[in-house]
């Protein structure tokens, strides 16, 4: 995607030291944008740009900031400047960014909000990890039943410069029970004199503060929502989502799934900012399941060391026979895992899949069977048993890996586990040592071994 501002000609102002003209430009840019460009700067002009920010601007830009420049910025920064920042940022936005923060840096921050602040952050940080609660926010815009809709007006236009968003507003009792919502154009469709209350929509779609975050996502998108109401459980209404946090958690949970699948253990920090060693941690626990599971092939091999030395020409198949059944099953479990995580697919769709993934394995087994029972009874004449004995594995092998790669993830999910877990590197070594079963065992029954 092309950036929205000339990088270079930034760079060359600060370089220059043509510092009013650089605020005249930064003033004017979309806040995503001047953190880009602050991003890029080392540690000392980090702090000289920030510095030259309008107050407002500087807390936007602050919160689309990485954790580390963060870090440094409030390192270098005064305790009432970091007051005034703090203050201005969206709860949610400073509790992202405490949970990332050492001890000392967080306690630094909390010293220097303001008593309402801190109370606020920290009862946010008492939520659990990934739960609706941690990532929702307190600025939403909160309405009474008997308002008029004149007095919903000034009221948004009186206390809505501060709120995460103010189309959609919430209805509520005088114990801040949720009763009901209002869009802005519920309003403006309405005189001004009728009543809230009339006019709410008293169907809420609403989470809890401990509902997990990826709950929460899939309401966003089974329900179109550009924001969400959290409730605890005396139904009080203590926060919403909103539709940027949540992109954020389908980013977070995709890459989160893309690593299991990978046979990865998820990493919260970016590639090029998690260290060699936390990489290596990442990936050496899989690595070594996946290593000492591969060496029941070996014992496999090891079996059937009688049947190679009578015809040496069946180690040649193994390959194909492997790495076919292999991919046949990731492209079965890769499937069911993307139907799992949108609420296509259901564990009690089992029967279902299984039926229609030995159909496919049927279909695309005789395709390639057929395929190379030609091409082996033209490269080895005379050889028709043989030929049939590879063809049949391949064949009876893609049907099994299909089986394996549709019901694997299925079994995680009825078992509490990511079915992310049961991917390509799992099934492959799961279907290796059973192609390699099936295979010998057909060599041994049709050619006498």
């Known amino acids: ?16 030291r043509q510092f009013r003209k650089l605020k005249d430009i930064l003033t004017e840019m979309n806040e995503v944008d001047i953190a880009t460009f602050i991003e890029e700067l080392d540690s000392e002009k980090t702090v000289v740009v920030f510095r030259m920010l309008p107050k407002e601007l500087a807390s936007d830009v602050f919160a689309c900031l990485e954790v580390d420049k963060q870090e440094h910025i409030i390192n270098s920064i005064t305790d009432y400047e970091l007051g005034t920042i703090v203050d201005d940022l969206f709860v949610d936005d400073a509790v992202d960014m405490l949970e990332e923060l050492p001890a000392n840096v967080v306690k630094r921050v909390l010293k220097n909000a303001r008593p309402d602040t801190r109370k606020l952050i920290n009862q946010f940080l008492n939520y ?9 926010t307190a600025e939403y815009v909160g309405l009474k039943q008997s308002m008029t809709v004149e007095q919903a007006f000034a009221y948004i236009r009186k206390n809505g410069v501060d709120k995460e968003t ?47 975050q990826e709950e929460v996502a899939d309401s966003f998108q089974k329900y179109d ?9 005396e139904e009080r209404l203590v926060g919403i989502v909103t539709v940027d946090d949540v992109v954020d958690v389908m980013e977070q949970e995709a890459t989160e799934d893309f690593e299991k699948m990978a046979a990865m253990l998820p990493s919260e920090k970016p590639y090029l900012k998690t260290g060699v060693f936390q990489l290596a941690k990442n990936r050496i626990a899989w690595l070594l399941i996946l290593m000492i599971s591969s060496m029941i092939t ?24 492997t790495d076919t059944g292999g991919n046949a099953g990731s492209q079965s479990s890769t499937m069911i895992i993307r139907g799992m995580a949108v609420g296509e697919i259901e564990p009690g769709d089992l029967f279902k899949v299984l039926w229609k993934e030995l159909r496919v394995g049927i279909i695309v087994g005789a395709i390639l069977g057929f395929v190379n029972y030609v091409r082996l009874v033209i490269l080895y004449p005379g050889k028709e048993m043989l030929c049939l004995t590879v063809v049949l594995s391949l064949m009876v092998t893609v049907v099994i890996a299909k089986t394996i790669g549709c019901v694997l993830p299925i079994a995680a999910k009825v078992f509490h586990m990511d079915p992310a877990i049961m991917a390509a590197p799992l099934i492959t070594t799961i279907v290796d040592a059973v192609s390699l079963i099936i295979y010998f065992q057909l060599a041994c029954s049709l050619l006498g071994l």
């Not at 995607?1 to 220059?16: K, P, Y």
């Not at 659990?128 to 929702?136: F, K, L, Q, T």
């Not at 070996?298 to 026979?321: D, H, S």
């Open 1 to 16: 995607m092309q950036e929205n501002f000339n990088m270079e000609e930034l760079m060359d102002l600060l370089l220059t």
């Open 128 to 136: 659990p990890e990934n739960s609706a609660g941690s990532i929702m």
């Open 166 to 212: 103010i189309y959609t507003c919430y209805v509520m009792d005088a114990k801040r029970r949720l009763e009901g919502v209002v869009t802005v154009k519920d309003l403006l469709m309405n005189p001004y004199e009728e009543i809230i209350g009339n006019i709410m929509d008293t169907h809420v779609i609403k989470a809890f503060t401990t509902e997990d």
């Open 225 to 233: 929502l550009l924001s969400l109401p959290v409730v605890d459980h």
């Open 298 to 321: 070996g014992g496999i091999l090891a079996k059937y060391e009688a049947a190679f030395a009578v015809i040496p020409l069946l180690v040649t198949f193994i390959p194909m026979l």
